[in-house]
């Protein structure tokens, strides 16, 4: 089956510190891509980062980077120096092979105190 | 550049009355996706057209929801008879069939049903 795993329902940190968010996937498809959505309290979804699965470097953009661990089949997003506006939900999602579509996980609820 | 646009941004109606949400995907883009989200249920894929037909409407809950693509710059979502379950944010979301497919997201139509 595939499917795709968050398992922190919600997450605390600090301003300035960095904050890692859980993903793990499954599937025997050998060619998938991985993403990352922020969704704050006003409701937009936003694109924070994709990652293919055939890349070989992590990707970033920013404060944001994906941890990709093939082997493991884990896609973590790691938040460095966290700001107030980083309060959100997070949704991890994947597009597997042959499919347009993305599967998306259950979210994330990350609040970033001062 | 213009984003995924939405409208209307809210709705409100009374059960029984046809619904229909807008959808003006991001120029050039041609795939087209509509989402439906709610507290139970999470994220949800509807349906989702390329190059304006429809590809995929396994997500489509019932014969009062359809959608149509009818050119590369609009698509509706029409719930006819509308029932207060269908209370949701419903999102539209576009992707250009290349690397990635990232999908870029509308603001959301938040729709309540009475």
């Known amino acids: 089956a595939q499917k795709i795993t968050q398992t922190q329902p919600g997450m605390f940190v600090q301003e300035k510190e960095a904050v890692t968010l859980d993903c793990t996937y499954d599937t025997s498809d050998q060619s998938y891509g991985l993403f990352w959505y922020k969704q704050p309290s006003s409701g937009e979804m936003i694109f924070l980062i994709y990652q293919g699965s055939y890349d070989e470097q992590n990707a970033t953009e920013g404060r944001y980077s994906l941890n990709f661990q093939k082997a493991r089949k884990s896609a973590n997003l790691v938040i460095s120096a966290s700001q107030l506006g980083d309060s959100a939900m997070y949704f991890c999602?994947?597009?597997?092979?042959?499919?347009?579509?993305?599967?998306f996980g259950k979210g994330t609820m990350l609040l970033v105190s001062p | 550049d213009a984003g995924v646009i939405q409208s209307p941004r809210h709705e409100v109606t009374e059960m029984g009355q046809e619904v229909t949400l807008r959808c003006k995907p991001i120029s050039g883009h041609n795939s087209l996706f509509w989402y439906r989200q709610t507290m139970m249920r999470g994220l949800e894929l509807l349906i989702y057209f390329n190059n304006n037909v429809p590809i995929d409407d396994s997500g489509m809950p019932e014969d009062r929801f359809s959608a149509k693509m009818p050119n590369a710059s609009f698509s509706t979502l029409k719930i006819q008879p509308s029932e207060p379950r269908d209370s949701a944010v419903y999102f539209c979301a576009s992707s250009l069939l290349a690397r990635g497919e990232t999908q870029y997201f509308g603001p959301g139509t938040r729709l309540l049903v009475l």
């Open positions: 999602a994947m597009r597997f092979s042959g499919y347009s579509t993305l599967t």
